[in-house]
């Protein structure tokens, strides 16, 4: 089981990015999804969920209203488009893929079994 993150790069701030996240040697079409990032010297933290049909999602509150998260899962793809990008914002980035199956957007690292390597996404002021 694969979870590739791609689209990171250098944005100015007010710029935006699109990450996906493509899975491979597993569906998960009936699972959750999330993404979290990490920025230097901190702890990896929550940026958001989808759940298994895209039916509901939840961010944590520095990103409410610039970040979306989607999911095309007969791509089994999930994707990040991210706006008005603030220096606050860089970190790397990684897509995590849930086990329970019809799960709904979970918050919690444990929740997720299977992560993507990261891609690095750095917003210049």
């Known amino acids: 089981v694969q979870l590739q993150a791609s689209g990171g790069g250098l944005v100015q701030a007010g710029g935006s990015l699109r990450l996906s996240c493509a899975a491979s040697?597993?569906?998960?079409?009936?699972?959750?999804m999330a993404w979290f990032r990490q920025a230097p010297g901190k702890e990896r933290e929550f940026v958001g969920a989808?759940?298994?049909?895209?039916?509901?999602?939840d961010y944590v509150d520095s990103v409410k209203g610039r970040f979306t998260i989607s999911r095309d899962n007969a791509k089994n793809t999930m994707y990040l488009q991210m706006n008005s990008l603030k220096p606050e914002d860089t970190a790397v980035y990684y897509c995590?893929?849930?086990?329970?199956?019809?799960?709904?957007?979970?918050?919690?690292?444990?929740?997720?079994?299977?992560w993507g390597q990261g891609t690095q996404v750095t917003v210049s002021s």
């Open positions: 995590a893929g849930g086990s329970r199956p019809y799960g709904l957007a979970y918050r919690t690292k444990n929740t997720y079994d299977y």
């Open positions: 040697g597993r569906t998960f079409s009936k699972y959750p």
């Open positions: 989808i759940s298994w049909n895209g039916g509901s999602t």
